[in-house]
Structures are given as C-alpha cells and as structure tokens.
C-alpha cells in the first residue's frame, strides 16, 4: 500500500501550523533523548511493550501536534511494521475506532502529552504507572517524547518544504523555518551530551507539571477514571 493513500487529506494539504514550537522547547525535548533511546532500545530487546502499541501511541501524538513530515514517515514505518492503512488513518484523524479497551488510557495519555507540548501533568503520568506499571510507562513515555521531538523539527521542516512547493505556512516565515532546522541541526549534540549527563548524574528524565488545579478534573475524564 503506497504511503499517500494512507496520509488523509487534511494532511496532505495542511498548510498552517496546527502547533508552532519555539528554540527553548526543542532543545528540551532533544535532552530526552539518551533516556528514552536507551529505554526505546531495551524494550525492543525485551518486548515489555507492544511495538505496535508505541506506533499507535506516537501515531497519537503526530496527530495532535500535526507534523505532515512525520505523518508520511511514521505511516511508512507503520505499514512496514503490519498495521493496516484503515487504521493508520484513523489515527492520524483522530479516530478512536480502532483504539484497544486496554490501551485507551495510555492513548488519552499520548494525546494530552502532545496538547501539553511534551510537559504533561503529573497525575496524568501517575494514572498510567497504576494502570501498566512503572517499566511499562517509562517506555511509553520514552515513545511520546522520542516523537514529540521528532515533532518539534519536522514542523518547521514540512513548513519549508510546503514553502518549496508555493504555499507556504499561514503564520509562518522562511527565518523560523530555516532558524529551526539549522539551530535544531546545530544544538542537537550539545542537548544530547547534556541529557546523557542527566542521565549518568541520575537525574530523571520525566518533565511533569505538578500544577493540581481546576484541569485536573477534565484531564481525569479525559482519561477514563
């Protein structure tokens, strides 16, 4: 099946930003790195985790910060990996007909990760370690951060490809495109350096926000308890 005919067509033709990342939230990301690579690699040895459950989950993510870039790769992925087109698709549209009764909460997780530009709330993060348990949720984390990141670069880059093409990004401007994609080229060693002295140091690579106010309640629901 020929990737293209998976991508829907708000995809294909997205023309604005549906998320617009700044520097300073890049180089964050990209600190996550080592941490979520080392686990993302593990469990690819252990098969803790579905892989396919992670696709569907980075699926998740791509499809609410709306990377085009990242929807053609990860579909190209997805379908070498088994998944069905059907399904890809849905995923990308948001659809919930082909989430999983017991994969549903670490869905809902993925998508809130990606609405709260990779720093999600605690008890968000909380509910998935009671529902799966602490190994299990660190890998989907390393997941969603590992596509977040992904995300945050391919952006801009699908903003100057669309650019190339002569439609270029409402809202947008070549000097974020091009200053994304070569400060992001440039700072990637330097954030990747920093998160693996994190990481040796001990530190931990979850960035929670711990705020506990009136979200709290919608994002509970959100997620099903």
């Not at 998508?111 to 989907?140: C, L, N, Q």
Request: proline share 4%; with cysteine; charged share 25%.
């Amino acid at each position: 099946m020929k990737t293209d005919t998976v991508i829907p067509e708000a995809i294909r033709s997205q023309n604005e930003f549906k998320n617009k990342f700044s520097f300073w939230e890049m180089y964050g990301s990209f600190t996550s790195l080592p941490s979520a690579m080392t686990r993302m690699i593990g469990n690819h040895k252990r098969k803790l985790v579905d892989p396919d459950f992670l696709k569907r989950l980075q699926l998740a993510v791509t499809e609410v910060s709306g990377c085009p870039a990242c929807s053609y790769f990860h579909t190209k992925m997805a379908l070498q990996q088994g998944m069905s087109g059907e399904e890809i698709s849905s995923f990308l549209s948001g659809g919930d007909q082909y989430i999983k009764p017991e994969e549903a909460k670490a869905i809902m997780f993925a998508k809130h990760f990606a609405d709260s530009r990779g720093f999600p709330k605690k008890y968000a993060y909380d509910a998935i370690v009671k529902e799966y348990d602490e190994k299990e949720a660190g890998i989907m984390l390393s997941a969603v951060q590992f596509m977040i990141s992904g995300n945050m670069y391919g952006i801009p880059y699908s903003a100057f490809q669309s650019r190339l093409k002569g439609t270029p990004f409402k809202g947008s401007s070549l000097f974020y495109e091009l200053g994304m994609l070569i400060a992001g080229a440039l700072i990637l060693p330097i954030a990747f350096v920093h998160g693996a002295l994190r990481e040796l140091m001990g530190l931990p690579n979850k960035r929670l926000d711990k705020n506990t106010k009136d979200d709290e309640v919608q994002t509970s629901r959100n997620m099903g308890n």
